[in-house]
């Protein structure tokens, strides 16, 4: 593992695809999860994928400050990866799960329990926040999850001890609010978890070998 620091300046040549990648990804993930957001009432079932005791779970809408601390954490990617060979997986990656998660969306929309229809009213502008961002419909399996422990398995490679504990408390509190703010169930932070792990496995030994048409093709 290389010593240099954990954060630093990208490279200036990867630059140029790096924003295009960065682009690209933002624009299909637009695309897809705000389609599954409209599309998904119009799918004519449900599941149910609560356990009874997640019910119990309290509601916590200070918790959604933690919760969108998942968008410095991918903003941190570019002083991190810093090269074009350590970002091209995690693009590669996201883009994977965000694809998945459509399907998903779509074939399995998830029915909410009780509780989680009768939330109380809450002034928190975060939470509000973060209820907006998240859409509706969008359940399992959690994208949130995925993007966060993607994050994490990409950059843990650049951390020391330290950075890595930060790196893996500092997910599983972004997966941990998910359930406090009750926008995800269980079963979604754990297959979110899972596909997370699946792609970035697949993304890690495939990615590195498209970076050098995408340089060429950018620059």
């Known amino acids: 593992m290389s010593r240099t620091s954990f954060l630093g300046a990208p490279n200036r040549e990867d630059i140029p695809a790096m924003f295009i990648l960065a682009l690209v990804y933002t624009l299909i993930f637009e695309v897809l999860y705000g389609?599954?957001?409209?599309?998904?009432?119009?799918?004519?079932?449900?599941?149910?994928?609560?356990?009874?005791?997640?019910?119990?779970?309290?509601?916590?809408?200070?918790?959604?400050?933690?919760?969108l601390s998942l968008i410095p954490m991918l903003l941190l990617a570019p002083f991190v990866l810093r090269?074009?060979?350590?970002?091209?997986?995690?693009?590669?990656?996201?883009?994977?799960?965000t694809i998945v998660g459509f399907f998903g969306f779509m074939l399995l929309p998830v029915e909410p329990n009780a509780f989680d229809k009768a939330l109380p009213?809450?002034?928190?502008?975060?939470?509000?926040?973060?209820?907006?961002?998240?859409?509706?419909?969008?359940?399992?399996?959690?994208?949130?999850?995925?993007?966060?422990?993607?994050?994490?398995?990409?950059?843990?490679?650049?951390?020391?001890?330290?950075?890595?504990?930060?790196?893996?408390?500092?997910?599983?509190?972004?997966a941990a609010s998910t359930l406090l703010t009750h926008q995800h169930y269980l079963l979604d932070v754990v297959t979110g978890a899972g596909l997370a792990w699946g792609c970035w496995r697949f993304a890690k030994i495939w990615a590195p070998r498209w970076r050098f048409y995408i340089r060429a093709t950018s620059g």
């Open 35 to 67: 389609a599954a957001s409209a599309l998904a009432p119009f799918v004519p079932w449900r599941v149910h994928v609560d356990f009874p005791f997640e019910a119990r779970i309290p509601f916590v809408p200070g918790a959604a400050a933690v919760y």
């Open 121 to 174: 009213a809450t002034d928190s502008s975060l939470y509000a926040f973060a209820d907006w961002v998240n859409l509706h419909g969008n359940w399992l399996p959690s994208l949130h999850v995925a993007f966060a422990v993607t994050a994490m398995l990409a950059y843990v490679e650049r951390a020391r001890t330290f950075g890595k504990t930060v790196l893996l408390v500092w997910t599983c509190a972004i």
């Open 83 to 97: 090269d074009l060979r350590g970002f091209l997986p995690l693009v590669c990656a996201l883009t994977m799960e």
